[in-house]
């Protein structure tokens, strides 16, 4: 009699279990991710014959874009937007506030910030209404972390609107690396962050697991719509990302 067979027999049935249920690592959890192709910003809007549909890596300036604010509760668009008076963060990393406000000096843009948003229920993500009183507004994807804390904080804004005419983040893709952003948080703090670089991405190839990572160093990140215009499905078919690191 073989007493190691029994044995044997009952480390078979062993794998054999494994084998048909399965023991692997969990999926990646993915980030938000637009049904429509990876990206949820598509515009209902005739594009602007001036914007840029190519990589911010070239200069592309334009006389015909905006100077100046044409609506009282949309962004303030100048040469020398206002400097906040508030406390400065630099280094440390923030504790949780809502962004307030966003300026770009370089594209003489300083705007509220309207409501806050999150995720639809099938898991894209919200835009703000492309008609109302803060339909120009940037807004902050509220799921993620506030600007300072560890990851990507997200603020997204449209380009343009058929019946609101042209958005907060316009001329967004001509910003350029080494330029400067500030956020101003609900709680007072003015945190200072600087361009490192300016992406335009197809739709299709969206890197949403970039664009939203919830750890990591302290990282802001723009996004809007660009690149070419479909006029059948009335979308821009590629998004603009300025990504930008805390100023130590």
């Given amino acids: 009699m073989r007493l190691w067979l029994p044995a044997a027999a009952v480390i078979v049935t062993a794998g054999l279990a494994l084998s048909i249920y399965g023991i692997s690592t969990p999926p990646h959890a993915q980030p938000p991710i637009s049904a429509a192709g990876g990206?949820?910003?598509?515009?209902?809007?005739?594009?602007?014959?001036?914007?840029?549909?190519?990589?911010?890596?070239?200069?592309?300036?334009?006389?015909?874009?905006?100077?100046?604010?044409?609506?009282?509760?949309?962004?303030?668009?100048?040469?020398?937007?206002?400097?906040?008076?508030?406390?400065?963060?630099?280094?440390?990393?923030?504790?949780?506030?809502?962004?307030?406000?966003?300026?770009?000096?370089?594209?003489?843009?300083?705007?509220?910030?309207?409501?806050?948003?999150?995720?639809?229920?099938?898991?894209?993500?919200?835009?703000?209404?492309?008609?109302?009183?803060?339909?120009?507004?940037p807004w902050w994807y509220d799921v993620g972390p506030s600007p300072g804390q560890s990851g990507s904080a997200v603020i997204l804004g449209h380009v343009d609107s058929a019946r609101g005419g042209l958005g907060v983040f316009f001329r967004l893709g001509d910003i350029r690396a080494g330029q400067g952003i500030d956020v101003t948080l609900a709680n007072g703090t003015t945190t200072h962050w600087t361009v490192t670089s300016v992406h335009l991405y197809a739709n299709a190839d969206f890197p949403d697991a970039l664009v939203y990572a919830r750890s990591g160093p302290p990282v802001l990140r723009l996004v809007t719509c660009g690149g070419a215009f479909n006029g059948s499905t009335h979308e821009y078919e590629s998004t603009f990302v300025v990504t930008a690191t805390l100023v130590q």
């Fill in 39 to 137: 990206s949820a910003r598509a515009e209902k809007a005739v594009p602007p014959t001036s914007r840029p549909s190519s990589s911010s890596s070239q200069p592309n300036p334009s006389t015909s874009r905006p100077t100046s604010s044409t609506t009282g509760q949309g962004p303030i668009l100048s040469k020398t937007p206002r400097s906040p008076l508030h406390k400065v963060v630099t280094s440390a990393e923030e504790s949780r506030s809502a962004p307030a406000r966003l300026a770009l000096p370089s594209l003489g843009i300083s705007s509220p910030l309207g409501p806050a948003l999150g995720l639809n229920p099938d898991g894209t993500v919200d835009d703000a209404p492309l008609t109302g009183p803060t339909w120009s507004l």
